[in-house]
């Protein structure tokens, strides 16, 4: 068919335009070149390699990736001609008895063959076989490997299981053997071996393991990271565990490998001199086996990380064979490395599409960007009057506080008080207005959209140690969406009034506001304020402004501190400086307050150590690596963390209320009870009792849990707690394998929790934002495109009063909610990864006698026979 077009357009052209017909059968070239007159048309018949060569001579990757593909295939192709046929049974089930231990390989053969899918089948049936996902060791690799079972239905058949069983539904897969040819992330089919081979799993540490790479726990454990599973495999675990062997796969999880080549001694049959043939490439994720590959540039790959994707492991091989796909650059280069963090953690990066881009071209227009009048109709309007224009607008004080040099301002608030009230029995009472300011991307990034599509397969933006990958394009990420000060912004606002005699919630109110965010604050200023005003009880008088200036460095060093301050004389600076201060005292008071009550339900107070990385560029984050400086805590991080956690709290509270079936909440499992073996029997040591009934109990255990001459004992032992957490997931409430006392979360202690604080760079706060305004009537949201947003046409307008169906259904946001966790769990291993990698160049390039180089350490558990762990505080 491509030969007969090819003819048509040789004589529809007759020969004006040089054509090249390439074809993957070398035997063709000359049989086609033959049938053309090459006097009449300018017609070129190659072969792919003879296309790449004349046409791309300098493209080696293309050629690398060819080459390799093309043996690989023969080399496939070559095998399937020989391979034996596998015996069949007219009845599957009667093969199944002569695996209760696995058969030994055929002759010339490494591992056995699988099954049939029959028997497969039939021994999932009769319970006789079990499947799961295989998970293979990260410290040790070759030998320990754990079966995740999908169907714990097929236990019922099998009574010894059950009280295996009860606490994990695992089996272990011991020896490669017993994995035979299966792949970290292979859904797989077992079958358990005689009780009397079972084993348990060794504390020892294998030469491959680095558990100091994997001790550094995320503090965000309570709110999204897994537990350290391969440590726990080996700490946790003192009795036999049900093992197993695999006798099938019922799919692979293949994907993209980053590898390196070593020459080994035992490929020194390989011609020096020669660029071609087979050998071995390590992966970069230890728990992946090596790959048998082809290639024609030996020389080239042992300088480089590459890309190597499996095709087949045939059961006469030790390894699998794969191809090769392109390289990343030189080992040890920065970027090489970050994109191997990225590629590892199957997280794709690519730039927006000029599709998705278009959709914001009207607002690009405008520069600077202004709030639609008539949007601001629909809307709370918070802005004071000489901004607004509007003498009904409510003139409330709102500022942020991020990290120093934050470009995507989720999240700001505000707090002042109100008239105070009389109850029935003539006792006055203080009321205070507390208001956490969201910004209103899903304004922006209606549903059904080029953004809203590529935001949720991203699901979240990505922080590494020198960069990062917004979840939306920069124009709403750094701008149009960021609740920059001294700037109108669309903000979707919860806002409570509270009697400040019984901290009770008297109203709140959720809605649509426009806000003008007066400050602009760090973490570090914010703190400095209220230390500067606490320390000498300052007062609310000018006499006591002026002593807060000079506690924080004079008038210009606070002016060039906070820039809206600026272009105020003296005295108005003073003056704003005072209703500052006394917002950010409020904000903490209210905020200890309600973290006091949520500590008091068993809410956890756990601990990680937190390092960023310094720069010779800190704006920028570029130019040498400086120093790695340890996150100090400050109270300020805890007021925002609370407040926001509160918001999120009081938002799921209305959602579940309106859409008790397709909320999108976030639940935190309570840990499995083995997960804490090691820790208690590691803090018995110095006297103290873990106490994991509940997540109160446990709060209390690690409030007790200190010494009064070691103040890092109680930081120990809180990072050991972190370890065991369970991961937090987003999910639907409609599930059907949910019940509503499985949405709580335990590490906040709160029955209902969501994630609403932070739409710029996470994608459930966007479908939270939109179930939010839909319970309020507000479904504008959910239109296709911004035209539609803003069309006059009143049948449309009838249409999106009343539509609904732009939520998810449950069923699709469960789809959607999985995805959100793969994405969530991906981007804080990245992140972990980055800083480690800029962890390890500072200390490399160190030289020996530099004291930086060392750091002190404590030794919190013992390994085995032949290892322990430290952690550095």
Known sequence: MNWVAANW????????????????????????????????????VLDLPG?????????????????????????????DHNLPELSKSENPSESLDSYIMPSAPSIGHVYPEYLPESALAAGLRSGQFLKGILHVSRFRPTTEATVALTDASAVKHQPELKEALAARSEIMIHGLQHRNRAVDGDVVVVRLLPRVHWKTVSSDISA?????????????????????????????????????FVVGVVSRNWRDYVCTYVPKSTESALDPKSESGWIIVTPWDRRIPLIRLHTTQISKLTRERFIVRIDTWDSYSAYPSGHFVQTLGCIGDLETETQTILIEHNL??????????NELAPLSVQRP???????????????????????????????SIDPPGCQDVDDALSVQWLPPIVDEYGKEHKRLQLGVHIADVSYFV???SYIDSEARRRSTSIYLADRRYDMLPGLLSGDLCSLWSGRDRYAVSVLWEIDMDSFDISNIWYGRTVIHSNYKLTYELAQRIYDSVTAENISSNSFAMEELVKKLGGLEAVKNDIPELKELNRDECLTALDKLSKSILLLIDIASNIRERRLAKGGLELESVEVSVQFANPETR????????????????NTVAELMIFANHWVARRCVEYYPDRACLRRHPPPRPEYFDEVKRCIAYRGFVLDTNSN????????????????????????????????????????SNMTQDQFSHYGLALNLYTHFTSPIRRYADIIVHRLLLASLGDYRSLTTTQSELNSKNTELVTILENKTDGLFSSEELASICNHMNEQHWAAQQVQRSSLELFQALFFKDKPVDDPSRYAEGIICQLRGTNGFIAFVP
Not at 9 to 36: M, Q
Request: proline residues 5%; contains cysteine.
């Open 696 to 735: 109160l109990s446990l709060a209390n255990s690690l409030k007790n849990a200190s010494d009064p001459n070691d103040p890092e004992v109680n930081k120990v032992v809180r990072q050991l707690v972190t370890r065991a957490m369970t991961n937090a997931l987003y999910f639907s409430t409609g599930s």
């Open 51 to 79: 296309f790449l060569q004349m046409y791309y001579p300098t493209l080696t990757t293309a050629k690398l990736l060819f080459d390799s593909l093309d043996v690989s295939l023969r080399s496939i192709q070559s095998k």
């Open 208 to 244: 491959q393991e680095n558990c100091a790479a994997e001790f550094v726990s995320d503090s965000s454990s309570i709110s999204g990271s897994k537990p350290n599973q391969d440590c726990l495999d080996s700490e946790t675990l003192s009795r036999s565990l049900p093992c197993g």
């Open 348 to 357: 794709i990066i690519r730039n927006f599409t000029d599709a998705q881009l």
């Open 9 to 44: 357009y040789i004589h529809h052209l007759k020969g004006h335009v040089s054509l090249v017909f390439v074809t993957d059968n070398e035997s063709r070239v000359h049989t086609y070149s033959s049938e053309i007159n090459t006097t009449s048309c300018k017609l070129t």
């Open 622 to 637: 570029t130019g040498k690596l400086e120093d790695l400086i340890p996150k100090e805590p400050l109270e300020m991080h």
């Open 446 to 448: 209606p549903s059904g």
């Open 369 to 399: 960007w202004k709030v639609d009048p008539e949007e601001v109709k629909k809307r709370r309007d918070l802005r004071s009057p000489t901004i607004s224009g509007n003498p009904e607008s409510e003139d409330i004080l709102i500022f």
